[in-house]
Nanobody
Framework: QVQLVESGGGLVQAGGSLRLSCAAS????????MGWFRQAPGKEREFVAA????????YYANSVKGRFTISRDNAKNTVYLQMNSLKPEDTAVYYC???????????????????WGQGTQVTVSS
């Protein structure tokens, strides 16, 4: 059974940093694109960042570009999201997602991801 488990969320002051981790189990995702999405209360889920299967290809939402960094460690079957200079508007539940097909490009479209984690809460206080 495939599982994606996020961790690293929490409460942080504006300007602070957090590092989210997403550990995959049940299969290897070393050749799969993975992404991070978030959903704030009363809002739709939105794209945050994605990384291609080869690693160097990364994509970011304009709202987080320059502040967030997505990376992966294929040996650990884990993807990370380093979040710096956090703002109150970054408050949301953050979800990790993976595409099932191998060698597919990273995507900002949530419907192109097949596996999802349960989410981890990030709260940024002003």
């Amino acid at each position: 059974q495939v599982q994606l488990v996020e961790s690293g969320g929490g409460l942080v002051q504006a300007g602070g940093s957090l590092r989210l981790s997403c550990a995959a189990s049940g299969r290897t995702f070393s050749k799969n694109a993975m992404g991070w999405f978030r959903q704030a209360p009363g809002k739709e889920r939105e794209f945050v960042a994605a990384i291609g299967w080869s690693g160097p290809s990364t994509y970011y939402a304009n709202s987080v570009k320059g502040r967030f960094t997505i990376s992966r460690d294929n040996a650990k079957n884990t993807v990370y999201l380093q979040m710096n200079s956090l703002k109150p508007e970054d408050t949301a539940v953050y979800y990790c997602a993976a595409r099932a097909g191998t060698f597919l490009p990273a995507s900002s479209r949530s419907y192109e991801y097949d596996y999802w984690g349960q989410g981890t809460q990030v709260t940024v206080s002003s």
